[in-house]
Antibody
Framework: QVQLIQSGSELKNPGASVKVSCKAS????????INWVRQAPGQGLEWMGW????????TYAQGFIGRFVFSLDTSVTTAYLQISGLKAEDTAVYYC???????????WGQGTLVTVSS | QSMLTQPPSVSAAPGQKVTISCSGS????????VSWYQQLPGTAPKLLIY???KRPSGIPDRFSGSKSGTSATLGITGLQTEDEADYYC???????????FGGGTKLTVL
């Protein structure tokens, strides 16, 4: 069965970096792009962007350009989200999601809570 | 402020029907498929509807989707207490080539 398993919760100091992983299994990894979605505490879903799993090319939504980096390791069918220069407002649950077709997410990771606090 | 507008909340009694609207523009809903997601408290979102009206395997036919012009609607019939959740619409903005979610609607089953 298709699964996206994300890494565990993180507690980071302001200014630090964090790398969230999303391990895919149960399907051909290169057949679907991986998207990232942010959900701040008590807020709605926010599309962060996606990575083309065939080419490794990332696309970032406005607001996620600069400190956010999407990457892949196709040898272990894993996508990554790295955030640098963490700020308190980056505190959120971050989800990876498989895209079946242009912003239609049929499988989701369980989410990774990133807390930024001193 | 999302490009897709949903009512913040809706409510109805068990067994009743409810609809949730999602209003956009010609560059997003008007030119792309709409999908809908259910998010139960503390869990990841779940795909309910894709391609405007199609249901993934395992989603009961109590859930339906439709689209007309620049608006989409999610319908839920035979409401059950376990339907209490947040519901989100999503689509592609074809001009910006970005994904966009609605602000979400909290469904309360009274």
């Amino acid at each position: 069965q298709v699964q996206l398993i994300q890494s565990g919760s993180e507690l980071k100091n302001p200014g630090a970096s964090v790398k969230v992983s999303c391990k895919a299994s149960g399907y051909s990894f290169t057949a679907h792009s991986i998207n990232w979605v942010r959900q701040a505490p008590g807020q709605g879903l926010e599309w962060m962007g996606w990575i083309n799993v065939n080419t490794g090319t990332p696309t970032y939504a406005q607001g996620f350009i600069g400190r956010f980096v999407f990457s892949l390791d196709t040898s272990v069918t894993t996508a990554y989200l790295q955030i640098s220069g963490l700020k308190a407002e980056d505190t959120a649950v971050y989800y990876c999601a498989r895209d079946r077709n242009d912003i239609e997410f049929d499988y989701w990771g369980q989410g990774t809570l990133v807390t930024v606090s001193s | 402020q999302s490009m897709l507008t949903q009512p913040p909340s809706v409510s109805a009694a068990p067994g009743q029907k409810v609809t949730i609207s999602c209003s956009g523009s010609s560059s997003n809903i008007g030119s792309s498929y709409v999908s809908w997601y259910q998010q139960l408290p503390g869990t990841a979102p779940k795909l309910l509807i894709y391609d405007n009206y199609k249901r993934p395997s395992g989603i009961p036919d109590r859930f339906s989707g439709s689209k007309s012009g620049t608006s989409a609607t999610l319908g839920i019939t035979g409401l059950q207490t376990e339907d209490e959740a947040d519901y989100y619409c999503a689509t592609l903005d074809s001009t910006l080539r970005t994904g966009v979610f609605g602000g979400g609607t909290k469904l309360t089953v009274l």
